[in-house]
């Protein structure tokens, strides 16, 4: 099986391309251009969404202090410091059969830490991507390269996981958010 590559905006059903499908690892990367400036720190977080498109309590945000769901299903591998290196940077792992039932959208973020302070963008970021592996194989199924250029954006959507009647899907978000993590917990229902 090939790897699905997408455009922003595209989706693909998970389950057609692996019906037995039941973890996965979503894996992010990207490489911070050389700035005269403070270092870059990128963190990736996930939303666990209802239908309502809020979480359900703060324990339904996954970030590096946050790194397990109560419910186990979902997983934060931690925090990279320096993006640094080939493939992925930071892995956010995925047990489908153990999501609540009301959790119907999983929705990956990357931010960038102290973005006003350290006056950086996501225009300053290059080779940014959001790919889906089988994690019982190590296969890659889907993968979105972010390639527009995201001036003033400190915080971007890569991807969505959602569930589609008795599928799960992706799709290639690339939407940049401003305000940071703080105001993207805000939207998604986080008390911060």
Known sequence: ?????????????????????????VGLGW????????????DASAFLLTTTGKVRSEADFIFFNNLKSACGAVVHSGDNLTGEGEGDDE?????????????????????????????????????????????KTNEEMV?????????LETAMIFGELYRHGAEWKFKAVGDGFAGGLAAMARSFGVGV
């Open 31 to 42: 490489n911070p251009r050389i700035t005269d400036g403070a270092a870059f720190d990128l």
């Open 1 to 25: 099986m090939g790897v699905v590559s997408l455009a922003k905006g595209g989706n693909v059903s998970l389950t057609k391309l692996d019906p037995k499908l039941e973890q996965l690892t």
């Open 91 to 135: 892995q956010i792992g995925v047990n489908l059969t153990k999501l609540a039932a009301d959790l119907v959208k999983l929705t990956i973020c990357v931010t960038i830490y102290d973005a006003e302070t350290r006056k950086q963008n996501f225009g300053m970021v290059g080779g940014a991507f959001i790919r889906i592996l089988n994690a």
């Open 143 to 151: 993968r979105y390269d972010l390639s527009e250029d995201y001036g």
